[in-house]
């Protein structure tokens, strides 16, 4: 069985600092990995996703996470944040099912 | 058009009402999902169709029933819920190729409070 597990619960952060997330999974075989982002009052929105090649995936929004098949892990990182990245962070994990299982999610709050 | 819609945006219904949650999308995508959603939780699993048939169900009580009348449309009918129901609940949905993943659109929910 999959499973993944997100450490950071709630971080609180000012603008312009980096970020980094932790995202980690347990899964023996190939996987299929997907950061997704929730803003207060809207759906969940896929940031970015790793299927297979360069384990360096950018995706939206200046988002970019690294696939470590080593560790089990696919942080998410962004260099300088913004009041507007404030949301709770999804990372999830699919691997012999296309069915993804989701981590419990961060809450970043992004103070201006 | 990468769209799920999700009707109606709000609910508030009776323990005795019955009522019923649609979602729509029409990517041709041929795996449609349920699931509930409490704040600021992750989103946890209900059910999934699979080419119209539904292939899984979590365990979910009776008082949901899922119903996918055709590929592009997905409901869930309610009946008798309780007051620790009330959640956003999420329509999602993916390409379906066995063997392989593919990311899920999320649709935005409805928010259904049952008093």
């Known amino acids: 069985a999959q499973s993944v597990s997100q450490h950071n619960h709630h971080v609180i952060l000012s603008e312009a600092a980096s970020l980094e997330l932790g995202c980690n999974y347990s899964?023996?075989?190939?996987?299929?990995l997907f950061w997704y982002v929730q803003y207060p009052g809207q759906h969940l929105q896929l940031l970015l996703k790793?299927?297979?090649?360069?384990?360096l995936v950018k995706g939206i929004k200046g988002f970019e996470a690294e696939f470590i098949k080593s560790k089990f892990s696919f942080n998410l990182r962004k260099p300088s944040v913004q009041w507007s990245d404030t949301a709770e962070y999804f990372c999830?994990?699919?691997?012999?099912?296309?069915?993804?299982?989701f981590g419990r999610g961060t809450s970043l709050i992004v103070h201006p | 058009d990468t769209e799920v819609t999700q009707t109606p945006k709000h609910l508030v219904m009776g323990m005795t009402n019955k009522k019923s949650l649609k979602c729509e999308q029409h990517?041709?995508?041929?795996?449609m999902y349920w699931y509930k959603q409490k704040a600021k939780k992750p989103p946890e699993l209900m059910f999934v169709?699979?080419?119209?048939?539904?292939?899984i169900n979590e365990s979910v009580p009776s008082r949901f029933s899922p119903e996918c009348p055709n590929s592009s449309l997905l409901n869930l009918h309610l009946h008798a819920l309780q007051p620790e129901d009330s959640a956003l609940y999420l329509c999602?949905?993916?390409?379906?190729?066995?063997?392989?993943?593919?990311?899920?659109?999320f649709g935005p929910g409805t928010r259904l409070t049952v008093t």
């Open positions: 169709y699979s080419y119209e048939k539904l292939s």
């Open positions: 899964y023996g075989g190939t996987v299929n």
């Open positions: 999830a994990v699919s691997g012999g099912s296309y069915i993804p299982t």
């Open positions: 990517m041709g995508h041929r795996a």
């Open positions: 999602a949905s993916s390409q379906r190729t066995r063997g392989t993943a593919y990311e899920q659109y």
């Open positions: 790793y299927f297979s090649g360069d384990p």
